[in-house]
């Protein structure tokens, strides 16, 4: 069974930077794309930002240009570099992956991680 788990969330003034990270494990043949959404009480997850096996991005409107998202096929790990972070960035952060699993067969699995809080004072 594949999992996603992330890590790296926390407590920041505005202005300020996290790092979030998120490794996937299992029987993985290969991974699609891989990105991040965010949700807060009483709203849909939102798409952050999404990478591509080869490496291309696409980032919601309200975090280009502040956030930036990385991945390392060699590792099945994203991360989410986020700066000049601001209020309205609070949420819970779920990273997420088209993983290809290696059962009898190559099934492919949408996967979600549990959820890290990111909180943003101001």
């Known amino acids: 069974q594949v999992q996603l788990v992330e890590s790296g969330g926390g407590s920041v003034q505005a202005g300020g930077s996290l790092r979030l990270s998120c490794a996937a494990s299992g029987s993985i043949f290969s991974i699609k794309t891989m990105g991040w959404y965010r949700q807060v009480p009483g709203k849909q997850r939102a798409l952050v930002a999404v990478?591509?096996?080869?490496?291309?991005?696409n980032y919601a409107d309200s975090v280009r240009g502040r956030f930036t998202i990385s991945r390392d096929n060699t590792k099945n790990t994203i991360n989410l570099q986020m700066n000049s972070l601001k209020p309205e960035d609070t949420a819970v952060y779920y990273c997420?992956?088209?993983?290809?699993?290696?059962?009898?067969?190559?099934?492919?699995?949408?996967?979600w991680g549990l959820g890290t809080q990111v909180t943003v004072s101001s």
């Open positions: 990478i591509s096996s080869g490496g291309t991005t």
């Open positions: 997420h992956a088209f993983i290809e699993e290696l059962t009898t067969n190559i099934e492919t699995r949408n996967a």
